[in-house]
């Protein structure tokens, strides 16, 4: 079955610890792994994708297939981080399917 | 990228009733989806919206409920048929640019039936 899992529901952390978000997936075949996130009051937006293999925002995220993986990552958590965090799969062409979501709550 | 327009941003129908929401992209595409997201969950597809063929809907959605227009590949409507209590959730018109595999995001409309 296609399914992506995020166990954690709510992440909280301080101000300028380290931050990791899990997301597991199963999918038969190649799919494309992406983070999207949903600040208060704004549309879902990508923040990152595994080919990119880039650093948005202070966020790194690697696939790892073994382990059939892509946790998000980042060194120190800032304020202004907290948010909603969807990790999300597809190939391309088809519809993107989501994880449950992580809320992810930074505080001073 | 992507600037999608979703009318209504919300809405409060009575049980029985109907919604029709839109969706305006402001470029030609080729791919857009409907989800839903009930309260406190994450991202529904409902359905595949491609211009010149049926929709095609996921399982535990029916054309009957969830109606599905795409008359040309900038715009799309969704319609909530016979609406119930349980119809309530954010319902969100995506676009994918095939070239690089991104989809992107309405803002949503916010759906409440009494």
């Known amino acids: 079955a296609q399914r992506v899992t995020q166990p954690e529901k709510l992440l909280s952390v301080f101000k300028g610890a380290p931050v990791e978000l899990k997301c597991n997936y199963s999918?038969?075949?190649?799919?494309?792994l992406f983070w999207y996130v949903q600040y208060s009051r704004q549309r879902l937006q990508l923040l990152l994708r595994h080919i990119s293999r880039e650093s948005i925002k202070g966020f790194t995220a690697d696939l790892n297939k073994g382990e059939t993986s892509f946790h998000l990552k980042k060194p120190f958590a800032q304020e202004e981080d907290s948010a909603m965090y969807y990790c999300?799969?597809?190939?391309?062409?088809?519809?993107?399917?989501f994880g449950k979501g992580t809320t992810l709550s930074v505080s001073s | 990228s992507a600037v999608i327009s979703q009318k209504p941003s919300r809405d409060i129908c009575q049980r029985g009733t109907s919604l029709t929401i839109q969706c305006q992209v402001d470029?030609?595409?080729?791919?857009m989806f409907w989800y839903r997201q009930q309260p406190g969950q994450s991202l529904t597809l409902i359905a595949t919206?491609?211009?010149?063929?049926?929709?095609?809907?996921e399982s535990g959605f029916v054309i009957d409920k969830f109606p599905i227009s795409r008359p040309n590949l900038t715009f799309s409507t969704l319609t909530v048929s016979n609406m119930s209590p349980e119809d309530s959730s954010i319902y969100l018109c995506?676009?994918?640019?095939?070239?690089?595999?991104?989809?992107?995001f309405g803002a949503g409309t916010r759906l409440s039936v009494l």
């Open positions: 999918y038969s075949g190649s799919p494309e």
């Open positions: 999300a799969l597809n190939q391309a062409g088809t519809a993107l399917i």
């Open positions: 995506s676009v994918q640019d095939s070239v690089k595999n991104i989809q992107y």
């Open positions: 470029s030609q595409v080729t791919m």
């Open positions: 919206a491609n211009q010149g063929s049926e929709a095609t809907y």
